[in-house]
């Protein structure tokens, strides 16, 4: 790596260097290409977006917790049905595991087990599918937010538009993320 060359090795992280690549845009911006400054000829323009607010703003986003928590709600009953079904079987070897012969108690803790390691399969299972579409969804909802970013920042002529994390101080007058959540909001209305 090119940092490691010139010797200043893993101790930099990533929001150093962004720290100080804007540092080093603004410091020289009187040398920059007209290309990069703002449309009408003057100091770049920059903006930034909360893009953890706008995600979960966003009505794509909060439908799609609403899909996936009716999903989880159905999952949810076929859960609570089979955990009713092992805790029926363990009173049963409870109450009467001293009266029950060895061979019939031996069986009914075999299914109880068998059953428990169903449970523990099915909730897995459930888990890992519910989590799938989490990040089908994040990922749709994501590139969507970014095609949108990208469009405001081309239409109002914007140098740079940073996340939020990444700006140490900014005034508020830069922060789009009400135009970016409205637009899209309205990108992603047909969802």
């Not at 007209?34 to 770049?44: D, H, R, V, Y």
């Not at 061979?103 to 399969?121: C, D, G, I, P, V």
Request: proline share 2%; net charge positive; with cysteine.
């Amino acid at each position: 790596m090119f940092m490691n060359r010139i010797g200043l090795g893993a101790r930099w992280s990533s929001r150093k260097c962004v720290s100080w690549s804007v540092a080093l845009l603004l410091a020289v911006g009187g040398m920059m290409p007209g290309s990069l400054w703002a449309a009408g000829g003057g100091a770049p323009l920059f903006a930034y977006v909360d893009v953890p607010r706008v995600m979960a703003s966003s009505a794509a986003a909060q439908n799609a917790r609403d899909l996936l928590k009716k999903k989880l709600a159905a999952k949810q009953k076929e859960v609570d049905a089979m955990e009713a079904e092992i805790k029926a079987l363990k009173a049963k070897v409870e109450q009467g595991g001293n009266m029950m012969k060895s061979e019939s108690r031996a069986e009914l803790e075999n299914t109880t087990r068998r059953k428990f390691r169903e449970y523990q399969r099915l909730v897995e299972d459930n888990q890992a599918s519910i989590d799938r579409e989490n990040g089908v969804w994040t990922k749709r909802i994501t590139e969507a937010l970014r095609v949108v970013i990208e469009e405001i920042g081309r239409e109002k002529g914007f140098t740079v538009v940073f996340g939020k994390g990444q700006v140490l101080f900014a005034n508020a007058s830069i922060d789009i993320s009400d135009m970016v959540l409205s637009r899209l909001n309205e990108h992603t209305k047909k969802w």
